[in-house]
């Protein structure tokens, strides 16, 4: 899937256990939980979330950067339960040269699992 597509229609991946989708304003309680937890932010650029408002915020902003090409991340969610355990994708994209970092971050009780391997 070249950048140009995945910037038009917002792909839904899937295996066996986990749906890749498009982030919702009604997935913040459940990031909340994790980015809540220091072992969660020790890695990332952001610092320990204190309300609900804050994994707002960084939805609507994963979601600006998405509709302005700078970025895309899909909401991990169970199969089984549908609940989000974390969110993962692309971003630092240069599609002119065909290039974008890869990040993940997974609530804490799903870590070892072999989800992101």
Known sequence: ????????????LETER???????????PAMFSYFS??????????TTFTSE???EGLIESLLFKYE????????I????TGKLIGTCGFHE?????????VGYELHPDFWRKG???
């Open 77 to 80: 969610v169970l199969k089984e």
């Open 18 to 28: 986990v749906i890749l989708r498009k982030l919702q304003m009604n997935d913040a």
């Open 1 to 12: 899937m070249g950048f140009n597509k995945a910037f038009t229609n917002f792909p839904k």
């Open 53 to 55: 408002k804050q994994a």
């Open 93 to 101: 994209i240069e599609e002119e040269h065909w290039k974008a970092e």
């Open 115 to 117: 989800i992101m391997t």
């Open 37 to 46: 937890k220091d072992e969660v932010t020790k890695f990332y650029d952001l």
């Open 68 to 75: 302005n090409r700078e970025q895309i991340r899909w909401a």
